[in-house]
């Protein structure tokens, strides 16, 4: 009796390909979004500067509560320039405006440009990248 080794004649059976790193072994599909996640928690550096993003976008949203005066109409003429104390954390600007105030309403200011930006970014980008893909003239140099 010949073996497949013998028999020139003979097919081997295929060895079934290797598993694609990250993949589940039941045959589990992952999602785009799965993957990012089981990436992104095992930086330490990544869920550190997340999760101080994350605290940033709070404090900004929630800045018109936490603020203890008007960033813009409150005037402390009697402390022009004085530095931190306990009515004002950050101390006080040369107009007599409480620093830490304005800090805080301009961090609503600064997140709100970034996150309009990157969306003008995206929705430009979008579209220029799929006009090429929508018409016979395909790329243009």
Known sequence: MATGIDDPGAIAPLAEPPEPAGQAAA???RSPWF??????RRQK??????????ALVVVAVA?????PYDAENFFDYDKLNSP??????FGVDSLGRDIFSRILMGARIS?????VS????AVIGTLLASRPATTKAGPTA
């Open 118 to 121: 990157v969306a003008v970014g």
């Open 111 to 115: 997140l709100a440009a970034g996150f």
């Open 27 to 29: 045959g589990e599909v």
């Open 45 to 54: 550096v990544a869920l550190v500067a997340g999760a101080f993003v994350a």
């Open 84 to 89: 931190p104390s306990a009515a004002h954390w």
């Open 63 to 67: 800045a018109p509560w936490i603020v």
């Open 35 to 40: 993957e990012f996640w089981r990436k992104f």
